[in-house]
């Protein structure tokens, strides 16, 4: 079991990098970690030393979610439409048939040495993402949640995470494929 | 889930090589923030405490008020009982018969008498026309 000084210092880095690529600034991203740890901490903190402290990780990022969202919804009215429009266009056909996508976006193993040389641009591909899909991503496969808790920490259906998910992967190859 | 191929994994790799060259501002400000938090929950478990003894005694003197008021409620009510008795007019044992088996009668039955009574009329209608 992880006191809570621990569990903040195992997560403190990963979510400074997924709020910096969500809000693409350091000074919004170290205080949307900020709030983060300080709601988890006033709110969950005496869990510590009992067996619920393993929930801290998806409530943590459910927190972090929340602020990012808060973030840009409050950001500016401009910036609260071009979001919207995005999520919305991300959001326009979640009934697509995950599995035949997932099996369009397989690569063969001459694919794979052009990937060495993207290694630049990866953070960059990855912050060009929708919203929506970068976050799916990113709580996929960095930080290794399931379809399940992805879509309990944002919010979304187990199909809509899937959908993001796919896109994502998708967008990237292409981004990093165009690049380099 | 689906394993990742070695496409994720590069990108994931990039992502874990980006957090270990943060620059020593971003250092200082997680670590400060971690502090901010921690201050935070120790606050939080202090007052926690004090907060849950301070509900228990409220809760105790709400049942206190409660428990109190419903002793002087049935008080009250055992002292005027045999004025309230006094005031309801006697009632034989026949009335009340009459009164339950009223209160049983359905709206089908009612309908059923009335038809009854009715028909009685008419009987006695038509008896009375003829002797007449």
Known sequence: ?180 | MTTPDTFEQHLTHELDNSIDTLSPEIEQRLAAARKMALQASKQTQIERPARLDWLSKLSWSWSKTAYTGAFSALLLTTMLLPDFKSDIPSTSDNELLLLAQFAQISDEEAELIEDLQFAIWLLDHDLDSNSG
């Open chain 1, 1 to 180: 079991m992880l006191t809570l000084e621990q569990f903040l210092i195992s997560i403190e880095r990963k979510a400074f990098r997924i709020a910096q690529l969500a809000v693409k600034n350091d000074a919004d991203a170290l205080d949307l970690v900020q709030d983060s740890m300080f709601k988890l901490a006033q709110k969950y903190g005496h869990w510590q030393g009992e067996d619920k402290s393993s929930e801290w990780r998806p409530l943590f990022y459910r927190i972090l979610q929340n602020r990012i969202l808060d973030f840009h919804r409050s950001n500016s009215r401009h910036k609260r439409f071009i979001f919207a429009m995005t999520y919305e266009q991300d959001n326009d056909s979640g009934e697509i048939d995950i599995q035949h996508e997932y099996q369009a976006v397989e690569h063969g193993p001459e694919d794979y040495a052009q990937f060495e040389q993207t290694g630049a641009n990866a953070l960059h591909a990855i912050e060009n993402l929708p919203l929506m899909q970068q976050q799916c991503f990113l709580l996929r496969n960095w930080e290794g949640f399931s379809v399940k808790e992805t879509a309990k920490i944002l919010n979304l259906t187990e199909g809509s995470i899937k959908t993001h998910h796919f896109r994502a992967l998708k967008k990237l190859k292409e981004q990093l494929n165009d690049n380099s």
